[in-house]
């Protein structure tokens, strides 16, 4: 399917849906190594959902989000079961309340400053 956007030069530009995305940066690609270790010790600790304790963790919530440096601060992490997982993003605010998301930008510091 096509989409169509008006420029100055033509009045009707076709636009492929569904391209591939770009691949990640070299950097950021690294941080996702380091994730996948990150992420099995992390499951490994905690084999329970930390919500309702009652069903086996797959999923990695990140309480305050995966921007830079917070992909793989473990400090933020919370191991739940794929149904809390989707509860959590699903209720934003009783998530809030109840400390499953974090408002990064005026909770936390910034971890990709030095100090």
Same mark, same amino acid.
């Given at each position: 399917m096509y989409l169509t956007r008006k420029t100055p030069l033509r009045s009707k530009t076709p636009? &492929? /849906?569904?391209g591939r995305l770009r691949g990640?940066?070299? &950097? /950021?690609?690294k941080q996702y190594r380091e994730y996948d270790k990150v992420k099995g010790a992390y499951l490994a600790l905690?084999?329970?959902?930390?919500?309702?304790?009652?069903?086996?963790?797959?999923d990695i919530h990140h309480k305050a989000?995966?921007?830079g440096q917070w992909l793989c601060k473990y400090e933020y992490f919370a191991a739940l079961c794929r149904e809390c997982h989707d509860w959590v993003h699903a209720n934003g605010r009783d998530a809030r309340k109840l400390g499953w998301i974090i408002d990064i930008v005026h909770?936390?510091?910034n971890p990709d400053q030095e100090p």
């Amino acid at each position: 399917m096509y989409l169509t956007r008006k420029t100055p030069l033509r009045s009707k530009t076709p636009l &492929k /849906r569904g391209g591939r995305l770009r691949g990640a940066s070299p &950097k /950021r690609a690294k941080q996702y190594r380091e994730y996948d270790k990150v992420k099995g010790a992390y499951l490994a600790l905690h084999p329970q959902c930390e919500r309702c304790k009652n069903k086996k963790s797959t999923d990695i919530h990140h309480k305050a989000g995966r921007v830079g440096q917070w992909l793989c601060k473990y400090e933020y992490f919370a191991a739940l079961c794929r149904e809390c997982h989707d509860w959590v993003h699903a209720n934003g605010r009783d998530a809030r309340k109840l400390g499953w998301i974090i408002d990064i930008v005026h909770a936390l510091p910034n971890p990709d400053q030095e100090p």
